[in-house]
T-cell receptor, first 111, second 110 residues
């Protein structure tokens, strides 16, 4: 199938903002998601955005959606060492509710 | 609520052995699914179910069977394990927009 694309690595300094980017493929996707995975753990739902929205903010997290370019981003303000993890972008594809995931972006936060 | 519970957390099998990964959710979600996670591959959908008695194949279904006799349970069966099935398996459930994942089951096939 067609892929959801993410860059594999991102390194930032503590206190800076992090921006993780994602491109998806299905223009009919209804929802787009960001999940966080810490080492050895499951996936934690961070936030999601409905496809008719441009932006969603939740505390330190800001999601931007450019539907025309099929581009999704996650901005983490004031990044902390506890934000170090793998971040997965996913799109809901089809009517069944299946999620298609990107390969994940490993965020490293340096003190 | 316990959420999505997977057992076992770790398992080692020999090639050709069979086993079942258990998944249970207590949120009364209609949709459940199984993913496998491999290094550099992200998560790939194995099988999913939109309700009791209904299952369907995902992206990588070969070598796996599922059944959904109740809303709560969605077991994943490996009938004859192969080294290529060494992976971390995640079960998920959802109702509407939000999908919740279990903690994962790490399977090694020797």
């Amino acid at each position: 199938g067609e892929d959801v694309e993410q860059s594999l690595f991102l390194s930032v300094r503590e206190g800076d903002s992090s921006v993780i980017n994602c491109t998806y493929t299905d223009s009919s996707s209804t929802y787009l998601y960001w999940y966080k995975q810490e080492p050895g753990a499951g996936l934690q739902l961070l936030t999601y955005i409905f496809s008719n929205m441009d932006m969603k903010q939740d505390q330190r997290l800001t999601v931007l959606l450019n539907k025309k370019d099929k581009h999704l981003s996650l901005r983490i303000a004031d990044t902390q060492t506890g934000d170090s993890a793998i971040y997965f972008c996913a799109e809901m594809r089809g009517s069944q509710g299946n999620l298609i995931f990107g390969k994940g972006t490993k965020l490293s936060v340096k003190p | 609520n316990a959420g999505v519970t997977q057992t076992p957390k770790f398992q080692v099998l020999k090639t050709g052995q069979s086993m079942t990964l258990q998944c249970a959710q207590d949120m009364n979600h209609e949709y459940m699914s199984w993913y496998r996670q491999d290094p550099g591959m992200g998560l790939r959908l194995i099988h999913y179910s939109v309700g009791a008695g209904i299952t369907d194949q995902g992206e990588v279904p070969n070598g796996y069977n599922v059944s959904r006799s109740t809303t709560e349970d969605f077991p994943l069966r490996l009938l004859s394990a192969a080294p290529s099935q060494t992976s971390v398996y995640f079960c998920a459930s959802s109702y509407g927009t939000a999908m919740f994942f279990g903690e994962g089951s790490r399977l090694t096939v020797l």
